[in-house]
């Protein structure tokens, strides 16, 4: 009877160690948190720091490939539809609909998260007369009926992020005048503001603070100062980290990240890549103020060279 039963338990103890030995096998085997395609729709007015978040993680990990369209923010939720699209970058969170109809779609809720802040930065042509604008002045160079001095460029026709924010922001829901041109996207916005002296363009910070693109456009386009509207004081503000992290610039936006898949595999990889360390300092070193990495402003006092006195002589 003692045989009988070690022999029974022995064989138990085979049946569930192959079972956890296959298990282990079949997740070595199926999932590769850093290999395959990842299809990914992104606001297009965030190009310059996502590819730069895409090169390094790619060097990274060398059999993992991020299969990346830039777009307006409204086909990439449309794309978010597809099977194919597994995660898209935007400056907006699902509203309730979206976020209750994938949960019956996919079985549970979205993953998503702000991963940094960036501006939409106001551009002016380098011979501009005016370069300092109160949200005030925007709102009628944007609604304005009457054809007057300045062009006013935006990245898109419609359904873009930028314009989204433009009107929810600055005109208050009210229709564009015109003076307002959609173009093909942020890089012509700056290369149309660049060659018209009376052109006001806006395009996403990344574009035009620590970029390859910027460097093009430096000697022709210039930032301009908008409003401060949580001062109170007069201040006027350009964009940059510090403004932004502050909100002293008056137009701040999120960069969302939302991932569909829900299990450990390369969708994953990428938000947390972007959402840990490597990930956020690219976004600091492009310019965007990380959202989940403490971000220090310092004070800086600069002090008289006590030993100038010395070195005059």
């Known amino acids: 009877m003692f045989f009988f039963r070690a022999t029974k338990f022995l064989l138990i103890f085979s049946l569930v160690l192959w079972n956890l030995t296959s298990c282990e096998s079949k997740i070595k085997k199926d999932s590769h948190p850093q290999e395959g395609t990842l299809r990914v729709s992104v606001d297009?007015?965030?190009?310059?720091?996502?590819?730069?978040?895409?090169?390094?993680?790619?060097?990274?990990?060398?059999?993992?490939?991020?299969?990346?369209?830039?777009?307006?923010?409204?086909?990439?939720?449309?794309?978010?539809?597809?099977?194919?699209?597994?995660?898209?970058?935007?400056?907006r969170a699902p509203n309730e609909e979206e976020s209750d109809y994938y949960k019956k779609v996919l079985g549970h809720p979205l993953l998503y998260s702000v991963l940094a802040y960036d501006a939409v930065a106001l551009v002016v042509n380098r011979s501009a007369d005016d370069s300092t604008f109160s949200i005030e002045q925007l709102r009628k160079l944007l609604t304005d009926k009457t054809p007057g001095k300045y062009q006013v460029l935006l990245d898109g026709d419609n359904a873009t992020s930028s314009v989204r924010f433009i009107m929810d922001s600055i005109t208050n829901g009210k229709n564009f005048g015109v003076n307002v041109k959609g173009t093909s996207g942020n890089e012509d916005v700056l290369k149309q503001v660049a060659d018209n002296k009376n052109a006001i363009g806006f395009v996403g910070s990344s574009w035009i603070l620590g970029s390859e693109?910027?460097?093009?456009?430096?000697?022709?386009?210039?930032?301009?100062?908008?409003?401060?509207?949580?001062?109170n004081d007069g201040t006027f503000a350009k964009p940059s980290q510090a403004t932004i992290?502050?909100?002293?610039?008056?137009?701040?936006?999120?960069?969302?990240?939302?991932?569909?898949?829900a299990d450990i595999g390369l969708g994953a990889s990428f938000y947390n890549f972007m959402s840990f360390e490597r990930g956020q300092l690219i976004f600091r070193r492009g310019e965007l103020v990380p959202a989940k990495m403490n971000f220090v402003v310092r004070k800086v006092i600069n002090k008289p060279d006590q030993d100038s006195s010395v070195k005059d002589k």
């Open 245 to 261: 992290y502050s909100v002293q610039y008056p137009l701040v936006r999120p960069l969302y990240g939302i991932l569909k898949n």
């Open 44 to 91: 297009e007015s965030f190009k310059p720091i996502i590819d730069q978040q895409i090169m390094v993680f790619e060097a990274s990990f060398p059999k993992a490939h991020i299969e990346i369209k830039y777009k307006s923010e409204a086909d990439c939720f449309r794309d978010f539809q597809s099977d194919s699209t597994q995660m898209i970058l935007v400056t």
């Open 213 to 231: 693109i910027a460097e093009k456009y430096r000697d022709r386009v210039k930032l301009a100062y908008v409003e401060c509207k949580r001062c």
